[in-house]
């Protein structure tokens, strides 16, 4: 096995990892499936009532909906304004469903494809702000994670930090191989040094 297939996780883990840690819409679905419920439970209550006792009064306006119904055509700007209306509000669901989330567990490349390991993003930033603080002549580490980056903020007492910025992307990059995420993030240092 080449250095290269030993660092490159395998794609069933890689396609494992992505389907078990992939962010879900879970406010949008709850808000969909209420109305959805909702809707459905007042026309069971409807039916079930006519069905009981068709002179009681209903819970819907039926015969003031059934007149609309009738009176209203496909061309009317009510009945056109409320199907814009209607596939606007579908459409806006169907792309808050399909719009990534912000993970909250980061998946990590394990060589078993049957495991599926992942770290979340305040374990993440603080392994890279230790392995950053680790380098000579850093005291402070900040971490920030970007979509497809990570950004890594040092401070340093040193007048001349010459070469740490490198030496603290090297460390957060070697940690970052360790854990092993499947979608390595590129990696920006900048240093604050002390002032004259």
């Given at each position: 096995m080449t250095a290269s297939e030993r660092e490159r996780p395998p794609a069933v883990s890689r396609r494992g990892g992505r389907r078990v840690f992939r962010p879900r819409r879970a406010v949008p679905a709850v808000l969909a499936a209420a109305a959805l419920a909702a809707a459905a439970?007042?026309?069971?209550v409807e039916v079930i009532t006519s069905l009981l006792s068709p002179r009681s009064g209903s819970v819907l306006p039926v015969p003031y909906l059934a007149g609309l119904g009738r009176a209203t055509r496909w061309a009317d700007p009510l009945a056109l304004a409320v199907a814009c209306l209607l596939a606007v509000l579908g459409l806006l669901?169907?792309?808050l469903a399909l719009?990534?989330?912000r993970p909250r567990v980061i998946a990590l490349a394990f060589d078993d494809p049957d495991v599926v390991v992942g770290i979340t993003a305040a374990g993440l930033r603080r392994q890279l702000a230790q392995a950053a603080r680790n380098v000579d002549g850093?005291?402070?580490a900040r971490v920030r994670l970007r979509r497809g980056?990570?950004?890594v903020?040092?401070?340093?007492?040193?007048?001349?930090?010459?070469?740490?910025?490198e030496q603290v992307e090297r460390a957060v990059t070697g940690r970052l191989r360790e854990l092993a995420p499947l979608r390595p993030p590129h990696v920006r240092v900048t240093?604050?040094?002390?002032?004259?």
């Open positions: 439970f007042l026309i069971a669901l169907i792309l719009w990534p989330g850093v005291t402070r980056g990570v950004r903020q040092a401070a340093s007492p040193l007048r001349d930090p010459r070469g740490l910025p240093v604050r040094n002390r002032e004259d």
